[in-house]
């Protein structure tokens, strides 16, 4: 059975591949996050796409690591005859996108085999292909992909190559994957070696703009460069994943496409990056979200493409087995269609923010603004999907009411700093019934605490981030209720769980990014050594290399989801900088003053 824990993340801020603790890589979307796979075995088998580097030698042993500060692994192969060292990574783009793998001798002479089958649009096409003096080339439709080496590369009869590599202690050989466009003549060749000192410089140059200097900077810092991976750099957008279809639960529910930017993780990403010394990745991030909604507060979706697309038709691809078997395998996410309301006050919080922390703004943003108030001032009411996106009738959610009042709360702000009236009457009293109904029907006496939706008793993990928002201070009987309630009734061997019950029944996973707000909840109670300790054991679960999917399986021991998840690595982020400052994100947030 595969883990997803037993991959890691390379990447050049445009498209990521995720290579398996055996040497392959199994996932690779060319040119793009969101483009048709070439390796697609992480979803079927060798037959849809992998790229294996390993040991002949069966009984090796491996064992792997980034190099310190940034996106380049390293795994040591050791066997009974010698030892090397596999130097996997993706050069940041200068004019083409590449996989580099240099194989290293360390000790000894190790035999290592290079085996690579490329299929096209997600494992379903085979390629042609065209023989060159250093390797190959393979195209399918608009696609190409070269493979040249240093060492001599033949193809064998099903398309692909097998070529045995033998290494003395010293000796080093390269293997390079271009892409280009079948329609142009291929990139020249890049410097191997040369592209490892720049990746290298790259990285550790990024990392070095870091405020923090907590004591969790490693795991800090892995989780920063994970977000910087999965930023696409022409946009400034953030994928939720690089990935699609990965289970959430063991049963084989929640398979899902993620390689799309969700408005929901707004502020979150703001946060994360202004406070850990990340400006220009702020700008970009706000300037993408002001362009993806373009005015439209109308045709508001929750999630969007990486540069902007608004349609993102759901599909299945039927010829695709499934990671461990769970099918169907879904591309594209018709969440886009949905009605959710968090994002009304996810957005008029990131603009907030923006101003807050001297992004600055202008006319358009704020015209913006106004049209979110003036939407909501229509359709406040209304029923939506939530933060969860239930694909159920939608219900009046507790924490999209909640959102609500925020968007009007911050747009209030606003205008009462530029002097604009005109509106304020009427959304001082709106923003008041929004705040008195959710208290009334979202809260039950009885338990204590406030619940999902106002037609039912359950509870949502999502409502811890009530006090972060400074729906009620931290200190209301009704927030401390709330948060004892889910740390009593969704909490499980320690980890937190969205939820009682979900669309698909019964959970088997908790979700991260509410374990990561359970600890923001405890700090803002004054709880902090149940807080450091709740941290600290979410530390304990990250992967070999620090990577974190979306959930966790405490019965099984195991990461699921998507991966590695952007908002688990936010979450984290977040949390490490609330337990390290006092002026940390969470004590921003909940101020619309922006401060503490």
């Known amino acids: 059975m595969k883990r997803i824990d037993d991959y890691a993340l390379i990447g050049d801020c445009e498209t990521a591949a995720l290579i398996g603790r055996n040497g392959a890589i199994e996932w690779l979307c060319w040119p793009n996050f969101s483009s048709p796979a070439c390796l697609a075995a992480l979803l079927g088998n060798d037959h849809n796409g992998t790229w294996r ?3 002949t030698d069966r009984s090796a042993r491996s064992k792997r690591r980034y190099r310190p500060d940034t996106l380049i692994l390293e795994t040591l192969i050791e066997t009974s005859e010698g030892s090397a060292l ?7 783009r200068n004019g083409s996108s590449n996989v580099v793998r240099i194989l290293e001798g360390v000790s000894g002479s190790t035999e290592m085999c290079n085996a690579l089958r490329l299929r096209f649009d997600y494992g379903r096409l085979s390629p042609i292909f065209r023989d060159n003096p250093d390797g190959f080339e393979a195209l399918a439709a608009q696609h190409g992909v070269r493979l040249v080496g240093d060492e001599p ?3 064998n009869s099903d ?3 097998d070529t045995v590599v033998t290494l003395a202690s010293g000796e080093r050989r390269a293997f390079v994957m271009t892409y280009f466009s079948a329609f142009e003549t291929p990139p020249p060749r890049i410097d191997p070696f040369e592209a490892l000192e720049q990746t290298e410089q790259y990285w550790r140059r990024w990392c070095a703009r870091c405020k923090y200097e907590g004591p969790w900077r490693d795991a800090v810092m892995r989780s920063l460069i994970t977000m910087k991976a999965l930023i696409y750099r022409p946009s400034g957008a953030i994928a939720a994943a690089p990935t699609s279809s990965i289970a959430e639960q063991r049963g ?3 398979v899902w496409d993620y390689r799309f930017c969700w408005l929901r993780d707004a502020t979150f990403t703001l946060l994360a990056l202004l406070h850990a010394g990340y400006v220009d990745e702020a700008v970009a991030w706000r300037n993408w979200l002001l362009l993806a909604i373009a005015g439209d507060a109308e045709n508001l979706q929750p999630v969007y493409g990486l540069d902007g697309d608004t349609r993102l038709s759901e599909w299945d691809a039927p010829w695709l087995g499934g990671f461990n078997g769970v099918q169907p395998v879904r591309f594209g996410n018709k969440a886009a269609r949905q009605t959710q309301f968090d994002v009304f006050g996810e957005i008029a919080d990131a603009l907030h923010q923006s101003r807050e922390h001297g992004l600055g703004s202008d ?3 704020w015209g913006l603004q106004i049209r979110l108030a003036e939407r909501l001032e229509q359709v406040w009411r209304e029923p939506g999907n939530g933060i969860w996106e239930s694909r159920g009738s939608p219900k009046h959610f507790t924490l999209s009411r909640a959102m609500i009042w925020l968007a009007l709360d911050r747009t209030i702000h606003a205008a009462e ?8 009457d009427k959304w001082k009293r709106i923003r008041a019934e929004v705040h008195e109904e959710t208290c009334r029907r979202g809260f039950r006496p009885e338990l204590g605490s406030f619940v999902r939706d106002f037609e039912g008793d359950a509870l949502d993990a999502s409502l811890l981030l009530l006090p972060q928002i400074g729906f009620l201070p931290a200190d ?3 927030i401390r209720g709330t948060v004892d309630a889910i740390g009593r009734k969704l909490s499980r061997e320690g980890f937190i769980y969205r939820q009682t019950r979900d669309d698909f029944g019964q959970a088997d996973s908790s979700f991260l990014a509410c374990c990561f707000w359970y600890v923001d909840a405890l700090l803002l109670l004054g709880r902090r050594d149940e807080a450091e300790r709740m941290f600290e054991k979410l530390m304990s679960i990250r992967n070999d290399v620090g990577l974190l999917s979306e959930e966790y399986d405490p019965g099984e021991r195991r990461l699921m989801g998507n991966f590695p998840q952007a908002l688990s690595h936010l979450a984290l982020v977040n949390s490490a900088l609330n337990l390290w400052t006092s002026d940390g994100p969470v004590h921003r947030r909940r101020s619309k003053g922006g401060r503490a």
Do not use: E, N
């Open 53 to 55: 580097i390993s040991a």
């Open 86 to 92: 596999v130097t996997d990574f993706m050069p940041i």
């Open 153 to 155: 590369i033949k193809r």
């Open 159 to 161: 398309g692909g190559c």
């Open 252 to 254: 084989g529910a929640g």
């Open 363 to 365: 006319d358009a943003v």
């Open 417 to 424: 700093q530029r002097g604009r009236v005109d509106h304020l």
């Open 476 to 478: 209301d009987p009704r």
